[in-house]
């Protein structure tokens, strides 16, 4: 005798939308790690950008003196050591009449 199994019926499986998970994790550490870098270049850029306190203006002086050519670029010595334009320093002293050309170190 052979017995008969019972045949059971497979419930099909209804497809459910699955989201795609978000590794929150991660995404914290690189954005703590960004901070981080941002809040240090912040920190570190007012540690050492001191105020200018002093200048040197050399080279033989005609027509223009020392004063003038440090009122031509006092407006930018106000910025700081590392925020100075060097380049709009040397523009403003070659500016000035009879000045042939400037040199910013």
Do not use: C
């Not at 419930?11 to 960004?34: D, E, H, T, W, Y």
């Amino acid at each position: 005798m052979a017995r008969k199994q019972a045949k059971r019926r497979k419930l099909k499986k209804q497809r459910q939308l699955k989201l795609p998970s978000i590794p929150f994790a991660r995404i914290s550490a690189v954005l703590a790690a960004g901070a981080i870098i941002v809040v240090t270049y912040h920190f570190s850029m007012r540690a050492l950008d001191h105020p200018i306190e002093a200048i040197s203006v050399a080279g033989p002086f005609q027509r223009v003196s020392a004063l003038k050519i440090e009122e031509a670029v006092s407006g930018e010595l106000d910025k700081g050591f590392l925020s100075a334009n060097l380049a709009a320093i040397q523009q403003s002293a070659a500016a000035l009449p009879w000045i042939d050309s400037a040199t910013v170190e």
